[in-house]
């Protein structure tokens, strides 16, 4: 007999039973911090097959009516969804992110690993949208002032649903009815408009700069680190089971294309930015739009240069993110005016933050370098005025980044409010881990290979 | 006592093209009128037009559960709106007439208007008849509340009319996909998306609202 943790279901209902919890204990933050990254690490390394619990290859749960599908592909994004969700919680362990951050991110943790498990497609979305509103509560944690980045997000999200119900509705004529092919036009159109809301295309990019600058640090390393994977791992998923979604190539051109729009807007805007929350989010719209250009190449080696870029664009924003808390744990603010010399202050929040923020742009020595590099050996070959507007982005957010340490590290003060000994480890622990993966990058380039492999609709 | 649905058939009496005319007027209402509590009341009349209109797509039960989900995210978004003084400024609490007519009304009376005919024209153009609509009342209201929506949701930043906005919007989608899809289980989620929309800028509406560090609040 099946047990609960047997199969899939058992991903989304532990966080979610977890959630409660973690509010019930959000007077006692070390406590809430502990039981969600204990649940996160455990799920993942459930996913990953350990011996514990057995997980076949292939399980399905049906739960009223619907399937909730654990496929070696899914497993592999889930696997690493909740193994960086697990860092995200240990860092809030010690950095303080609000009293919602706890539960509200175990939910949000549920809602996304319904969205990667569940079939058919509109239930997926209608999880991430769940997802959405209770991101609103996340992002704004309390903070009076503006709501911008939250009401953007939620309505952005919201706008996303009905194009896909209704493609959903043309899927299943289409099904019953092989014959009636005039129905997948307007099914593509519909879910092509569905994905260029979600993926944060031009004009529908705004909410992602504005997270990064109004929300928590953590908050935002979670919500634009993990949910853009999830949508990632959908649009795969579903180019994977409905072979005339990309039927001609126009999907892919339209890929391309959005995605060479969003890293020329975000490069064209980051350099110029005046904080390092809204610098963050320009540098993930870039990398975004990187991982849209590979993929819109057509080719598996584009497909596998996607899954890197979006890997390690998490793994960037997490580091980024942690540096950022650090200096935000002195100054409610992230302008580089407010920030002035607090670098001096934490320099391993200031070494994070820089680190991380030259990863999202691609510098070398960096994770996100590795990434950026197949894209632009890839791109130089076939295309040589997409290589350069992917290069000059990087080159703008990094630009940002430097003006920003720059001010970070004006005059001389000196170090007058040292950082816990248990935060410095943590931190140090991450940005470590993250410099070991960008001198050995081998160690998590095959698991990105496995992962690309798995997804046929390109070739092999 | 009477149950929901009878409630709603007691109300069947307004014909599909009044509800229709209904929705559209109280579409508008919610663009022209910065009010919040007219806004607030077309909005709880919009989710009864709704559910009128759904008895038509649904069986009466269901129509008249969605009406019911309506009433009661107006009901959260009434307590809000009380708790934030109708969103007023701290420092116009008592000062400001209640009833004065803002600049942009007419800016927005003309933008309502070009709405509802934009509306009305793509609802009546043979060839962009929704799927599955067979009453052309209700392809006028799903048009005119899916395109108002959009419009309220653009002219605003203040969460609680952004969400009146796009709370439209979704009733426009839902009715016009109560036709295509009948299913529980996407109904329910829907219901639950609605709620969580309802909550998410109660909540915006309230944070947006709370004094900042140095502001002090008002006896």
């Known amino acids: 007999m099946m047990t609960l943790l047997d199969g899939p279901l058992g991903l989304i209902l532990l966080p979610l039973a977890a959630a409660p919890l973690a509010y019930l204990l959000r007077r006692w933050s070390a406590l809430a911090g502990l039981l969600a990254s204990g649940v996160a690490l455990f799920l993942a390394l459930v996913v990953l097959r350990l011996p514990l619990i057995p997980v076949s290859a292939e399980s399905v749960v049906s739960v009223l009516g619907r399937e909730l599908v654990l496929t070696p592909s899914n ?169 005339w979604l990309a039927a001609g190539g126009a999907a892919y051109t339209w890929l391309r294309g959005g995605g060479l729009l969003l890293v020329a807007l975000g490069g064209a805007l980051a350099f110029s930015r005046r904080s390092f929350g809204r610098l963050m989010g320009y540098g993930a719209l870039v990398e975004l739009g990187a991982a849209l250009i590979a993929l819109g190449m057509g080719q598996p080696v584009g497909l596998r240069a996607a899954v890197i870029i979006l890997a390690l664009r998490a793994i960037s924003l997490v580091i980024t993110c942690a540096g950022l808390a650090l200096l935000r744990q002195r100054v409610d603010n992230d302008t580089f005016e407010a920030l002035r010399s607090r670098g001096w202050e934490t320099p391993l929040g200031l070494a994070a933050l820089m680190f991380g923020g030259l990863s999202l742009a691609g510098f070398p020595f960096t994770p996100g370098f590795v990434g950026r590099w197949a894209l632009l050996a890839l791109l130089v070959a076939s295309d040589l005025p997409a290589a350069a507007v992917v290069f000059l982005a990087g080159v703008s957010v990094a630009g940002g980044y430097l003006r920003g340490q720059a001010a970070l590290l004006e005059g001389a003060v000196g170090l007058t409010r040292a950082d816990p000994r248990l935060v410095r480890l943590l931190v140090g622990l991450a940005l470590a881990a993250a410099i070991v993966l960008s001198l050995f990058p081998q160690i998590f380039l095959p698991t990105a290979d496995r992962l690309a492999g798995l997804f046929t609709f390109l070739g092999s | 006592m009477p149950t929901l649905s009878e409630l709603l058939a007691r109300l069947s009496f307004i014909s599909v093209t009044t509800a229709a005319v209904g929705v559209l007027v109280t579409a508008g209402i919610l663009i022209v009128v910065q009010d919040w509590r007219l806004s607030l009341l077309a909005l709880a009349v919009q989710y009864i037009f709704v559910g009128l209109l759904l008895t038509r797509v649904l069986v009466a039960e269901l129509a008249a559960l969605k009406a019911v989900i309506g009433l009661i995210i107006c009901l959260v978004l009434y307590v809000t709106a009380v708790r934030v003084r109708w969103g007023q400024p701290l420092a116009a609490v008592g000062r400001q007439p209640a009833w004065r007519l803002p600049t942009s009304t007419a800016f927005r009376l003309v933008v309502a208007l070009m709405g509802g005919l934009v509306s009305y024209n793509l609802a009546t153009r043979p060839g962009l008849t929704l799927p599955e609509v067979q009453d052309p009342a209700i392809n006028l209201a799903c048009y005119a509340l899916m395109c108002l929506g959009l419009l309220a949701l653009g002219l605003t ?63």
């Not at chain 1, 609000?98 to 690993?113: I, K, M, N, R, V």
């Not at chain 1, 019953?176 to 004009?203: D, H, Y």
């Not at chain 2, 996909?177 to 509406?205: D, H, K, M, T, W």
């Open chain 2, 157 to 219: 930043e203040e969460p609680l009319k952004a969400g009146m906005g796009l709370l439209t919007f979704m009733s426009g989608f839902e009715l016009f996909y109560a036709g295509l899809e009948q299913s529980l289980l996407v109904i329910g989620f829907l219901g639950l998306a609605n709620l969580l929309i309802a909550l998410s800028v109660a909540y915006l509406a309230s944070v947006r609202a709370a004094p900042r560090q140095g502001e002090t609040k008002q006896p």
């Open chain 1, 75 to 243: 497993r592999l994004a889930l696997a690493f969804v909740y193994a960086l969700a697990a860092v995200i919680f240990t860092l809030g362990w010690r950095i303080p992110q609000g009293a919602p951050f706890f539960p509200l991110s175990l939910a949000l943790l549920a809602a996304l690993s319904g969205a990667l498990l569940v079939r058919p497609f509109l239930f997926a979305v209608l999880l991430l949208q769940i997802g959405a509103g209770l991101s609103v509560f996340l992002i704004q944690s309390d903070r009076p002032g503006s709501t911008q980045a939250a009401l953007r997000y939620l309505v952005l999200t919201t706008l996303a649903v009905p194009p896909f119900l209704v493609a959903g509705w043309l899927v299943d004529v289409y099904a019953t009815n092989p014959l009636e092919t005039s129905l997948l036009p307007t099914a593509r159109g519909l879910i092509a408009f569905g994905f260029a809301i979600l993926l944060t295309s031009v004009p529908f990019h705004s909410w992602m700069p504005a997270v990064g600058s109004e929300a928590p640090p953590l908050a935002a390393a979670f919500i634009l680190g993990l949910n853009p994977l999830a949508v990632f791992m959908l649009l795969l998923t579903m180019l994977q089971d409905f072979p």
